[in-house]
């Protein structure tokens, strides 16, 4: 059997109970105070001493990590080194035959002018000779 009273958080008990059972004061509940808990020293180093041995393999993993790193920025600094060295030896190498051909070059076009030269002269002895035997 219900109240008719409103609906509430803190509803009061019905003052209409049965005969013969007595009303219960209500005592408001008691927050369990929490003891701290006793902590245990051999789980608290066995604690600080996983926290310090992953501390350990983390620093060992960046150490690694880090060497590797310089690693292949020295190879990297190398290999640029000699691909360096080797464009200024092909540079000084392709100056040396370009030069070597233009003095090739040079010689050819002084030996054509030569021959062009001594062409001409041959051809107006010839062409003089050949006027004389056709007089």
């Given at each position: 059997m219900g109240s008719s009273a409103r609906f509430s958080e803190h509803a009061k008990l019905p003052k209409d109970?049965?005969?013969?059972?007595?009303e219960r004061s209500?005592?408001?509940k008691r927050e369990k105070k929490?003891?701290?808990?006793?902590?245990?020293?051999?789980?608290?180093?066995?604690?600080?001493?996983?926290?310090e041995r992953e501390h350990k393999r983390r620093e060992m993993?960046?150490?690694k990590e880090e060497a590797a790193r310089q690693k292949k920025l020295r190879k990297r600094d190398e290999a640029?080194?000699?691909?360096?060295?080797?464009l200024e030896i092909a540079t000084r190498r392709?100056?040396?035959?370009?030069?070597?051909?233009?003095?090739?070059?040079?010689?050819?076009?002084?030996?054509?002018?030569a021959e062009e030269t001594r062409w001409e002269k041959e051809k107006e002895k010839l062409e003089s000779?050949?006027?004389r035997a056709g007089e």
């Open positions: 109970l049965a005969k013969g059972t007595k209500v005592k408001p929490s003891q701290p808990k006793k902590s245990d020293d051999k789980s608290t180093r066995a604690a600080v001493l996983a926290f993993a960046r150490r640029i080194l000699k691909a360096e060295r080797a392709h100056a040396t035959k370009s030069e070597e051909i233009e003095r090739q070059r040079a010689a050819v076009e002084k030996l054509s002018l000779a050949l006027r």
